[in-house]
Nanobody, 117 residues
Framework: QVQLIESGGGLVQAGGSLRLSCAAS????????MGWFRQTPGKEREFVGR????????YYADSVKGRFTISRDNAKNTMYLQMNILKPEDSAVYYC??????????WGRGTQVTVSS
């Protein structure tokens, strides 16, 4: 069972940048496609992007395409989310997850990102 811990959130001004990390326990991290999601109060969790287990391909939601970049270091069991040109509407709790045949799982506790205007 993979356990995930997100970190790196904080308060940033609009136009600024943040890098989130998702640290995973377990030896099978490198075999999983991983994803980032975000959620604001009263709304459903929103898909942000995902990265193939090899790191060879990524896919992003239209709302973040061109501004956010997902990467991973399998040797460190860590995935990253580089967020640039942040907007107030990017404010949310950000979560990472593992993609399994049954769907996304092993959710972390999240890290808060707040973008001030």
């Amino acid at each position: 069972q993979v356990q995930l811990i997100e970190s790196g959130g904080g308060l940033v001004q609009a136009g600024g940048s943040l890098r989130l990390s998702c640290a995973a326990s377990g030896r099978t991290f490198s075999t999983y496609t991983m994803g980032w999601f975000r959620q604001t109060p009263g709304k459903e969790r929103e898909f942000v992007g995902r990265i193939h287990w090899s790191g060879s391909s990524t896919y992003y939601a239209d709302s973040v395409k061109g501004r956010f970049t997902i990467s991973r270091d399998n040797a460190k069991n860590t995935m990253y989310l580089q967020m640039n040109i942040l907007k107030p509407e990017d404010s949310a709790v950000y979560y990472c997850a593992v993609e399994r045949p049954t769907g996304w799982g092993s959710w972390g506790r999240g890290t808060q990102v707040t973008v001030s205007s």
